[in-house]
C-alpha cells in the first residue's frame, strides 16, 4: 500500500492569530519570490494539490479587489492570489479556490446566513473567477466555512453548499467541489448520513482526522474512516479523502500556537487513514513541515525535523 501525502492546505496569514504566531509575521513580509520558493518545496516534496484556505481575512482581501480594502502586507502592491496561482502553474500543482472570508470566519452564524456576507462572497465568487479563472492550475473550488458534523449534517450547512456550487457550475461546470467537514470523531455514518451524502452536491469530502485539536486519539481514526469508507461506498461520486492535522498546541487548544506534530505521530496518522482514502491531504505544510535551507521563510522549531523524517520515509517507502 502507497503511503503519501498527497497536497496540503495553504494560506497567506492563519485565521486565528493565536494559532499562527510563528509564521504569521514572516508570511506578511515575504517577496513574491519567498511565496514561488515556498511554492516550489511543496511540490518538490512531491505534492499534488494545494487548497487555498481563503482569499481575504477580516474582510480584506488577498488580491487587488474592487468590493473591499486590501489586507495590510509588507508590500501592498502585492496581489497574492496571482503570485500563488502563478507559481502552482509553473509546478505544476492544482489548487481548490476559496471564496471567503467576507465575513467573521468565526462567526458561523453570520457567515451561512447574513445577506450582506452572502452578496459580498457572491460577488467575490464572479471577481475571482473573472480574475484568475485562466490560471492552469485553477483546478476546483473550496468552502473554507467548514460544517460540524454533530452527528449529521446541518440543514444550513447542505443549503450553503449547494448554493454555492451552483454558482460555481454556471462559471466553470468541469471544477470539482472540495469541502473539509470536521465531527469525524462523533458523526453517525448510517443510512440518514447517507443521504446526506446524496444531498450534499459537492464531489471531494476531505473530512478532519481531529488529532490534532485533541478531539480524537490516533488509535481511533482508522475506524471512523473506515466507516466513512462504508458510507461513501454506497454513495457514487462523492470522493473521500483526510485531512490529517499535522500540528500539536504549545498550550490550550485553539488559544495557543501551531507547532510541528513529531513524525512518529503523523506517521501512525497516515497509516491509519491511507487503506480508507482516495487522496490524503494535510493541514498544513506551510508554517509547520519546510527543510532546514528553505528558501522562502525561516522554519519555527521541529519543521525541518518534520520534513526531514517525511521525506525519509516516502524516499523509504520508494514512493
Known amino acids: 500500500m502507497t503511503i ?3 497536497g496540503s492546505w495553504f494560506e497567506f496569514q492563519h485565521h486565528n492569530v493565536k494559532e499562527g504566531v510563528y509564521w504569521n509575521p514572516a ?3 515575504m517577496t513574491a519570490v519567498q511565496w514561488e520558493n515556498l511554492v516550489a518545496e511543496i511540490a518538490a516534496a512531491g505534492m499534488e494539490y494545494l487548497v487555498l484556505l481563503s482569499v481575504a481575512q477580516d474582510v480584506k482581501a488577498y488580491y487587488p479587489s474592487k468590493l473591499v480594502p486590501r489586507f495590510p502586507m509588507a508590500d501592498p502592491n502585492l496581489d497574492l492570489v496571482e503570485t500563488f496561482l502563478s507559481a502552482c502553474d509553473k509546478y505544476h500543482l492544482k489548487v481548490f479556490m476559496p471564496n471567503d472570508y467576507f465575513g467573521q470566519w468565526d462567526d458561523m452564524n453570520s457567515m451561512f446566513g447574513s445577506p450582506e456576507v452572502r452578496r459580498l462572497r457572491d460577488a467575490a465568487t464572479d471577481e475571482i473567477f473573472a480574475m484568475y479563472g485562466h490560471h492552469p492550475s485553477f483546478y476546483g473550488w473550496y468552502l ?3 460544517a460540524a458534523v454533530t452527528p449529521y449534517f446541518a440543514p444550513e450547512f447542505i443549503q450553503y453548499v449547494n448554493y454555492n456550487r451552483t454558482r460555481f ?9 472540495l469541502i473539509a467537514p470536521y465531527g469525524t470523531c462523533i458523526m453517525r455514518t448510517d443510512d440518514t448520513y447517507v443521504k446526506q451524502l446524496e444531498q450534499l452536491d459537492a464531489d471531494i469530502f476531505a473530512y478532519q482526522d481531529e488529532i490534532g485539536v485533541q478531539k480524537a486519539d490516533v488509535s481511533q481514526t482508522a475506524k471512523f474512516f473506515e466507516n ?3 458510507a461513501h461506498n454506497k454513495v457514487g461520486g462523492k470522493a473521500l479523502w483526510a485531512d490529517v492535522e499535522v500540528f500539536e498546541f504549545e498550550g490550550k487548544v485553539y488559544h495557543s500556537a501551531l507547532l510541528p506534530a513529531k513524525f512518529e505521530r ?3 496518522q497516515l497509516q491509519n487513514v491511507a487503506p480508507f482514502v482516495d487522496r490524503i491531504l494535510i493541514y498544513e505544510y506551510p508554517g509547520l513541515i519546510n527543510p532546514a535551507n528553505s528558501s522562502a521563510y525561516n522554519a519555527q522549531p521541529g519543521a525541518a525535523e518534520l520534513y526531514d523524517e517525511y521525506m525519509k520515509f516516502i524516499h523509504n517507502n520508494q514512493l
Open 228 to 230: 466513512l469508507r462504508k
Open 266 to 268: 503523523v506517521k501512525q
Open 144 to 146: 473554507p466555512n467548514e
Open 169 to 177: 457550475r454556471n462559471l466553470a461546470p468541469e471544477k470539482p467541489l
Open 4 to 6: 503519501k501525502i498527497n
Open 27 to 29: 508570511f506578511r513580509q
